[in-house]
C-alpha cells in the first residue's frame, strides 16, 4: 500500500534499520560482554574452590572441637567419681 509522499522503503514499526557500522559497535559490544561474563564465571569458580576449601577446614575444627569436649567430659566424670 502506497501513499503520496511516502516512501515505501522504510522499516515496518519496532523494526531498526541496521546500518554497516551498528552491527560492528553491537557485535563489538556483545564480544566485551561475553568476556565480562567469562571473566566474572572464573572469578565465580576461584571463590566456589575457595569456600570449599574454608568449609572443610570448619568441618574438621568442629570434628576436632568434638574431640577435645568428649575428652573433657569424661576428665569431668573420672573428677567427680574420685571425690
Known amino acids: 500500500m502506497s501513499f503520496s509522499g511516502f ?18 559497535t553491537n557485535a563489538i559490544k ?24 574454608v568449609q572443610t577446614d570448619c568441618d574438621k575444627l568442629v570434628s576436632g572441637n568434638e574431640t577435645l569436649q568428649m575428652y573433657i567430659d569424661n576428665l569431668t566424670m573420672q573428677m567427680a567419681k574420685r571425690r
Open 7 to 24: 516512501a515505501d522503503d522504510l522499516p515496518g514499526w519496532g523494526v531498526a534499520a541496521p546500518s554497516s557500522g551498528d552491527i560492528v
Open 30 to 53: 556483545k564480544e566485551k560482554i561475553i568476556k565480562e561474563i567469562i571473566a566474572a564465571q572464573e572469578d565465580l569458580r576461584a571463590m566456589m574452590a575457595k569456600s570449599k576449601g
